[in-house]
C-alpha cells in the first residue's frame, strides 16, 4: 500500500500571503489528522477530519483552517502567514473507525518558510 | 486532559549497550500509548503501541516498551543500540474516552555513538 503524500514538500511564502498543502491518505483511511511541527512548540495537534467533517480541533487561531473531500484527502490552508507559521506541517491518516486505539500513520511533511 | 512528559531532551549511549528512552503521561481514561522515530527531513515513523494487555510490548527494529500503570511510564528501551538508530522520538497519548487528539511529548533525541 502506498504510504501518506503530502504535496508540496517545500514551499517558500512571504508574510501576508495564504497557502494550501495537500495530504493523500493511505487507501482505506477515512481519518486525517494536521500536526503542526516547531524546534520550540514541538508537534502540535491541528485539526482532524473524518468523513468530510471536523471531528477533533486544536489551539490555533481562525487563520488555520481545513477540509476533506469525499476520497478522503485533505487540504489546510492559512490565510495572512505570519513569520511564526515558518514549520513543518505533518498530515496523518488512520482508519477512524476503531477509537482511541488506532494507529496514525505519518506523512513526510510540507516545510513552509514564511519570509 | 492528557498529557506525556520525556524528561530528557538527548540520550548518549554507546553502540552495543542498552537503551532507554524515558516517558510518563497522564489521562483521565484509560491512557492508549504510542512510540514514533523522526529521522531528519523526514515525517514520524510508528515504532509500537499499548493498547491493553501485556506491559511488555514489542515493535519494529527490536524496540519494546513497559507500561507501568503505578509509575504512569511508558519507557522505551532496546537491548543493543545501533548508530542506526540515532533520531528524534515522540512519546503519545491518547485517552481512551472516544476519538481523542493524539497528544505528544517534546521528543528526545537518542545519540548513539560508534
Known amino acids: 500500500k502506498a504510504g501518506v503524500t503530502q504535496t508540496p514538500r517545500y514551499l517558500i511564502k512571504t508574510r501576508g500571503q495564504q497557502v494550501t498543502l495537500s495530504c493523500s491518505p493511505i487507501s482505506g483511511h477515512r481519518s486525517v489528522s494536521w500536526y503542526q511541527q516547531t524546534p520550540g512548540q514541538g508537534l502540535q495537534f491541528l485539526f482532524e477530519y473524518f468523513s468530510e467533517t471536523q471531528r477533533n480541533k486544536g489551539n490555533f487561531p481562525g487563520r488555520f483552517s481545513g477540509r476533506q473531500f469525499s476520497n478522503s484527502r485533505s487540504e489546510m490552508n492559512v490565510s495572512t502567514l505570519e513569520l511564526g507559521d515558518s514549520a513543518l506541517y505533518l498530515c496523518a491518516s488512520s482508519l477512524g473507525t476503531s477509537g482511541d486505539s488506532e494507529t496514525q500513520y505519518f506523512g513526510p511533511g510540507t516545510r513552509l518558510l514564511v519570509l | ?114
Open chain 2, 1 to 114: 486532559a492528557q498529557s506525556v512528559a520525556q524528561p530528557e531532551d538527548q540520550v548518549n549511549v554507546a553502540e552495543g549497550n542498552p537503551l532507554t528512552v524515558k516517558c510518563t503521561y497522564s489521562v483521565s481514561g484509560n491512557p492508549y500509548l504510542f512510540w514514533y522515530v523522526q529521522y531528519p527531513n523526514r515525517g514520524l515513523q510508528f515504532l509500537l503501541k499499548y493498547i491493553t494487555g501485556d506491559n511488555l510490548v514489542k515493535g519494529s527494529y527490536g524496540f519494546e516498551a513497559e507500561f507501568n500503570k503505578s509509575q504512569t511510564s511508558f519507557h522505551l528501551k532496546k537491548p543493543s543500540a545501533l548508530v542506526s538508530d540515532s533520531a528524534l522520538y515522540f512519546c503519545a497519548v491518547r485517552d481512551g474516552t472516544g476519538f481523542q487528539k493524539l497528544v505528544f511529548g517534546t521528543g528526545t533525541r537518542l545519540l548513539v555513538s560508534p
